[in-house]
C-alpha cells in the first residue's frame, strides 16, 4: 500500500508554489493532518522567477491598493525576523527627472489629469515624495531606515547614471530568495506533520459529501494512488482556472488572469550594493538590482500569457525593451551581448476585468466552493511579500470546517536556519570560518546565506575541504548535494544549480551534466 493510502487527511494542498506551502505549514501548526502535492519540483513555476523582493509594492499607491500596500509593508519586518538568512534589507535609489509619466490607467493618473491637466501626464515630484512619506509610514516600519533625498552628483549611486540624473530618493524595502523561502516553508510544514509529495500529479478528485479522494500519478514511476481529504486547497498558482474546471469539475464562474513577467541578468553594471527604481516615459517602472555578487538583475515586464501549460521565456522583444530601459539611464548603454541568463514566470492574478496587465489587482483573493459536498479553497493572486497573512486569511475560511482549530501562530517563528538576529550575519558567518577554518569567505558567506545557522549541519564533522568529498565547482561540494537530497527534495541538478541555489550562474555545461549524473546516482536513477 501506497504511504497514506486509507488516511482520511484533514487537508489535501495542491501546488508547491509558496501559496500552497505556506498554508500547508500554518494548517500543520495548528494540528491539522495536511498533504501537499506539486506535480513538478517546489517553486519550479511563478515563485522561483520573481523579482526577488520582499516590498510593500510603491506603484500600487498609484492605484489606491492601500490595504495590499499597508499588510505589505508590515509584513517586511515580520519576515526579516523569520528569515535573516534569506532575506536582507535594501536600500532602493529612485532617480527623478521632470519627464517621468504616469500610465495613463492608474486611478492617480485620472484624478490629477482633472484637477492639473497642465501636468500632461507628468508625474511631479512632490507626489513622488507624497509616496514615499506614505511608503514610510504605512506599516509601522521599526527596522528599516526612512527616505532621505540623494544628490547624486556627489553620491556613489550616481556614478553609473547618465549626468541629466541629478536628485534622487532612496528608500527601504527587501531582498529574499524566493524559491528557498517556498522549500523552508515546505520543510517546516514536514517537521510538523505534513506530507510533501513532489513530481506528484493530480490526475482527478471525486467529491463526496464529507470527503475528498484525489487520484494522484508518481511521475517518476507513472504509478498512481489515491488520498482522502475532508478539505482540499487549490494553490495550483497559473493552473488554478485549469485545475477547477478540470481535474476538480467546479462548476466556477471566477477566472485566472496569466500575466507573464520577464527578466534579464547582465554581468555587474555598478560597484555598490543599492537598487535603482526606474521610471520609465511610458509610465511602467523596472528594478535594477545587485544579483548574486557578480551580475545586475534587471525586470519586469508585463505582457498577457495564454496558457499555463505554455513555457513561459523571455521574448527577444521583452528583452530589448528591458534593455532600452535601462539605457534610458545608464550611461553605458546596454546590448543583447550584455545579457547572460533570462527568466519568466506567469502570475495567477485574479481577474478583475482590469484594463491592462499592469493595472490587474495584485492582491490575493480566495473563494471557498462547498456546492455538492465537501469543500475546496481556490487560491488566485497574491503576492511573496504577503504570503504568510495569504495562508492566514486562508486558515479564517478553513477554519469553520475544523471545530476548535487554535489561532494565527506563524509570525513569531522563524523557518529552518532562521533562528537568529536580524544583525546577526556577520556573527554566524564569522563562527562558521573558525569552526571550518578551510572555507573561503565567500564559501562561509554562500552558505550561511543558504543555509543560516544549519550550515554547519550541511558540513559535519569535516576538518577538510577534501572531507567533503568530490568538488563540482563554485564551491558545490559531494557532501552538501547529499544533505540537499535528503532534505530539500532535490532530484535533478536543475532544483538545486536554479531553485536550491543560483549556482547555475557559475558553471559550465559539463559541470552541470557532472552534479546531474551524481544526483541521480545517489537517487538509484539511471543517469
Not at 119 to 138: E, T, V
Not at 144 to 157: E, H, K, M, Y
Request: charged content about 25%; aromatic content about 10%; hydrophobic content about 40%.
Amino acid at each position: 500500500m501506497v504511504e497514506g493510502q486509507g488516511k482520511i487527511y484533514d487537508l489535501f494542498v495542491i501546488g508547491g508554489g509558496i501559496n500552497g506551502c505556506g498554508i500547508a505549514r500554518d494548517a500543520a501548526g495548528r494540528g491539522l493532518s495536511v498533504a501537499l502535492a506539486e506535480m513538478n519540483d517546489l517553486a519550479s513555476a511563478t515563485s522561483s522567477a520573481s523579482t526577488k523582493l520582499f516590498h510593500g509594492g510603491l506603484r500600487y499607491l498609484e492605484y489606491f491598493e492601500f490595504r495590499l500596500v499597508r499588510e505589505a509593508l508590515i509584513e517586511r519586518e515580520v519576515l526579516l525576523r523569520a528569515m535573516p538568512h534569506i532575506s536582507w534589507p535594501m536600500r532602493f535609489v529612485l532617480p527623478y527627472h521632470r519627464d517621468m509619466r504616469f500610465q495613463n490607467d492608474t486611478p492617480t493618473s485620472r484624478l490629477l489629469s482633472a484637477i492639473m491637466p497642465w501636468m500632461k501626464g507628468r508625474r511631479p515630484a512632490w507626489l513622488i515624495r507624497l509616496g514615499l512619506f506614505m511608503y514610510d509610514h504605512l506599516g509601522g516600519r521599526r527596522i528599516l531606515p526612512g527616505t532621505r533625498t540623494l544628490d547624486l552628483s556627489s553620491n556613489p549611486a550616481g556614478a553609473a547614471l547618465q549626468e541629466r540624473f541629478q536628485k534622487a530618493y532612496e528608500y527601504s524595502d527587501c531582498w529574499i530568495q524566493d524559491a528557498r523561502l517556498v522549500v523552508l516553508n515546505a520543510r517546516d510544514a514536514e517537521a510538523r506533520g505534513a506530507r510533501i509529495m513532489t513530481r506528484t500529479r493530480v490526475v482527478s478528485a471525486e467529491r463526496a459529501s464529507d470527503h475528498w479522494t484525489v487520484t494522484l500519478e508518481d511521475r517518476a514511476s507513472g504509478d498512481t494512488f489515491q488520498v482522502k481529504a475532508r478539505m482540499l486547497v487549490n494553490a495550483g498558482g497559473p493552473w488554478v482556472g485549469e485545475l477547477i474546471h478540470g481535474a476538480l469539475r467546479l462548476n466556477s464562474s471566477e477566472k485566472v488572469r496569466l500575466v507573464r513577467g520577464s527578466h534579464i541578468v547582465t554581468k555587474r553594471l555598478f560597484d555598490h550594493d543599492k537598487c535603482y527604481f526606474f521610471q520609465g516615459t511610458d509610465g511602467r517602472i523596472i528594478f535594477a538590482i545587485p544579483y548574486e555578487e557578480d551580475f545586475t538583475l534587471i525586470g519586469t515586464t508585463d505582457q498577457e500569457h495564454s496558457d499555463a501549460d505554455a513555457p513561459p521565456v523571455c521574448t527577444e522583444g521583452e528583452r530589448d525593451y528591458l534593455l532600452r530601459f535601462a539605457s534610458q539611464y545608464f550611461k553605458r548603454q546596454l546590448s543583447a551581448e550584455d545579457v547572460v541568463w533570462t527568466y519568466s514566470g506567469v502570475r495567477p492574478l485574479y481577474d478583475d476585468g482590469a484594463t491592462s496587465a499592469t493595472a490587474a489587482t495584485r492582491d490575493y483573493v480566495l473563494k471557498v466552493d462547498r456546492s455538492g459536498g465537501a469543500p475546496v479553497l481556490n487560491v488566485f493572486g497574491g503576492k511573496i511579500t504577503t504570503y504568510r497573512r495569504l495562508a492566514e486569511s486562508a486558515m479564517e475560511k478553513i477554519a469553520p470546517f475544523f471545530p476548535g482549530l487554535s489561532g494565527d501562530w506563524t509570525a513569531g517563528k522563524p523557518l529552518p536556519g532562521g533562528d537568529f538576529p536580524v544583525d546577526g550575519v556577520t556573527g554566524l558567518w564569522d563562527g562558521l570560518r573558525q569552526q571550518y577554518p578551510f572555507l573561503t569567505e565567500a564559501w562561509a558567506m554562500r552558505l550561511v546565506r543558504t543555509y543560516g545557522t544549519e550550515a554547519a549541519s550541511v558540513l559535519g564533522d569535516a576538518a577538510t575541504a577534501n572531507d567533503l568529498g568530490e568538488a563540482f565547482g563554485a564551491t558545490i561540494t559531494a557532501r552538501e548535494l547529499d544533505w540537499v537530497i535528503e532534505h530539500e527534495w532535490v532530484r535533478g541538478a536543475e532544483d538545486f544549480l536554479w531553485r536550491r541555489t543560483k549556482l547555475g550562474l557559475r558553471l559550465e555545461p559539463g559541470q552541470v551534466a557532472r552534479i546531474d549524473a551524481y544526483i541521480t546516482g545517489r537517487l538509484g536513477l539511471a543517469a
